[in-house]
T-cell receptor, first 112, second 113 residues
Framework: DAGVTQSPTHLIKTRGQHVTLRCSPI?????VSWYQQVLGQGPQFIFQ???????GRGNFPDRFSARQFPNYSSELNVNALLLGDSALYLC???????????FGPGTRLTVL | DQQVKQNSPSLSVQEGRISILNCDYT??????FLWYKKYPAEGPTFLIS?????DKNEDGRFTVFLNKSAKHLSLHIVPSQPGDSAVYFC????????????FGAGTILRVKS
């Protein structure tokens, strides 16, 4: 079975630009979460979506937004990029009723 | 506010010996704990988990121990293999702010052959 997939793998943007990251969960998984990982730290929770509804939001500014589609795939959008947004963005999915989250390979975002 | 702490940035172990990775937490609302392994340029891979109602869970070479009174959990890998060399993250789940995982900063494990 295919795991969580994310696109693109790498992305380079300049300050002030906008970026959209995409995630496809494991088949049968209805919950998708987004995390940001900066070098030397563990992943930090950004959003969780379940059945297209936002179920949780971490301590990130309103420049960060997300949505989930009817096929359970998800997009993370970041507006007005800052240098500090440079990080690995991870998507994770989990099946109904299960706490374990399964991660994709991530998208490496570099903001210049 | 570091609710999950991994106080050892790195650990070096000889092949065949036991690796013990430690994790401390502060939030008594955590009800489920997980360990993930991460290789460079890959996402975290789930290893093993434990519910807060248990004190031990075993899966092959991996055993997780939970001491709720001390708010401490540990991952034991026996025997350690060179392929176990990776960054290990401890994570805890809370229903606060949704089904969110709170991660520690990670411990780099090096298994020497």
């Amino acid at each position: 079975d295919a795991g969580v997939t994310q696109s693109p793998t790498h992305l380079i943007k300049t300050r002030g630009q906008h970026v959209t990251l995409r995630c496809s969960p494991i088949s049968g998984h209805k919950s998708v979460s987004w995390y940001q990982q900066v070098l030397g730290q563990g992943p930090q929770f950004i959003f969780q979506y379940y059945e297209k509804e936002e179920r949780g939001r971490g301590n990130f500014p309103d420049r960060f937004s997300a949505r989930q589609f009817p096929n359970y795939s998800s997009e993370l959008n970041v507006n007005a990029l800052l240098l500090g947004d440079s990080a690995l963005y991870l998507c994770a999915s989990s099946p109904p009723g299960v706490y374990t989250q399964y991660f994709g390979p991530g998208t490496r975002l570099t903001v210049l | 506010d570091q609710q999950v702490k991994q106080n050892s940035p790195s650990l070096s172990v000889q092949e065949g010996r036991i690796s013990i990775l430690n994790c401390d937490y502060t939030n008594s609302m955590f009800d489920y704990f997980l360990w993930y392994k991460k290789y460079p340029a890959e996402g975290p891979t789930f290893l093993i988990s434990i519910s807060s109602i248990k004190d031990k869970n075993e899966d092959g070479r991996f055993t997780v121990f939970l001491n709720k009174s001390a708010k401490h959990l540990s991952l034991h890998i026996v025997p350690s293999q060179p392929g176990d060399s990776a960054v290990y993250f401890c994570a805890a789940r809370t229903m606060e702010y949704g089904n969110k995982l709170v991660f520690g900063a990670g411990t780099i494990l090096r298994v020497k052959s």
